[in-house]
């Protein structure tokens, strides 16, 4: 005889019933201990008698569920998974099925379909002891940037860096613009793009990239300005170096976000080198914004409109790149 699976209730049930049937407890008394109707308990108490004690079993058990979905829809999307997401997570995947596909299905349930066809094995979380810094209260307060040289075409494309600015206070992407390398020059034409989109941050955050930091120990004054600091500096904005990779955390884990999900977009767009990478990118960045961006703790927006004259603006960075070509000494006492 093969076994039968019953439940936690079902067996309850059935020692209840058998000490009414014994005589060892009232009709009245199992009903409230199994808290049913009399007439409840009377109909389990005939099935019992006619056909044994497994007539209790939930006759559900065994059965698939109602809401459960086809197996030709899980083919499906597994099938589409293969042809075009295979190296997604299952968070991403479950969008992309949405937005290109039409196919909506649950994160979990995608989770597990990816799993059990080992499309998806789970990476564990790496344990750190770093505590997290606070966000800043408003947007604008200080933005993190920093340039992240990767192949983002993968081989359809020359690599090339990333330049990604990035709200401390909302997680918001501010800006993003591929170039060649992470120069003095590049940080420039991305800092006249941010302020005529944004206006001025009260501050950047950055690494100890030499775009931003005299690293000379011995220059005049103790503590020099690079030229892209100088014109920070005209402009009445702080700029702020990292003394570790974990203190701008906000941008590094960016870093890694974009490298996973932007570079999948790209290629789902068919986007293989910058120009076209330059023009997609407004449009992941209202995407992201849309999905991951958080409430800052002020509604207030900190940045300012630039209060000098367009041409001033221009003069300022101007005259910053004019001296680095010329190859001034990029220390200003």
Not at 198 to 203: C, I, L, Y
Request: glycine content about 6%; aromatic content about 6%.
């Amino acid at each position: 005889m093969g076994l039968i699976a019953m439940s936690e209730r079902d067996l309850q049930r059935i020692e209840v019933l058998s000490k009414v049937i014994d005589g060892r407890m009232t009709l009245v008394g199992a009903a409230h201990v199994l808290s049913l109707s009399e007439r409840q308990v009377r109909r389990l108490l005939e099935r019992i008698r006619t056909n044994g004690a497994a007539s209790i079993r939930h006759k559900a058990i065994g059965r698939p569920s109602n809401n459960r979905i086809s197996d030709g829809v899980r083919d499906y999307a597994l099938t589409l998974v293969r042809e075009r997401y295979a190296d997604f997570g299952p968070t991403l995947t479950v969008e992309k099925l949405a937005e290109r596909d039409g196919l909506r299905v649950s994160r979990e349930t995608l989770r597990q379909w990816m799993s059990q066809a080992g499309i998806w094995l789970s990476r564990k979380q790496r344990r750190t002891f770093h505590q997290p810094r606070l966000r800043r209260e408003a947007c604008g307060e200080l933005v993190q940037i920093d340039g992240s040289e990767h192949r983002w075409f993968e081989e359809r494309g020359d690599p090339c860096s990333l330049l990604v600015f990035v709200d401390d206070a909302t997680g918001k992407l501010m800006q993003l613009r591929f170039v060649r390398s992470e120069s003095a020059f590049s940080y420039f034409e991305a800092l006249e793009l941010y302020l005529k989109d944004h206006g001025a941050p009260v501050a950047f955050y950055s690494d100890k990239h030499s775009v931003f930091r005299v690293a000379k120990k011995d220059a005049k004054g103790g503590q020099g300005m690079t030229q892209f600091g100088r014109a920070l500096s005209e402009l009445s904005i702080e700029i702020l170096c990292a003394n570790s990779s974990q203190a701008k955390g906000r941008v590094e884990r960016m870093n890694r976000t974009l490298q996973d999900r932007l570079i999948k977009d790209l290629r789902l767009a068919g986007v293989n080198n910058m120009e076209d990478g330059n023009a997609f990118l407004p449009r992941f960045m209202e995407g992201y914004n849309q999905r991951f961006a958080v409430a800052p703790t002020r509604s207030d927006d900190l940045h300012r409109p630039m209060s000098l004259a367009p041409d001033r603006l221009r003069e300022i960075l101007v005259q910053a790149r004019a001296a680095l070509c010329r190859g001034a000494i990029d220390v200003f006492v």
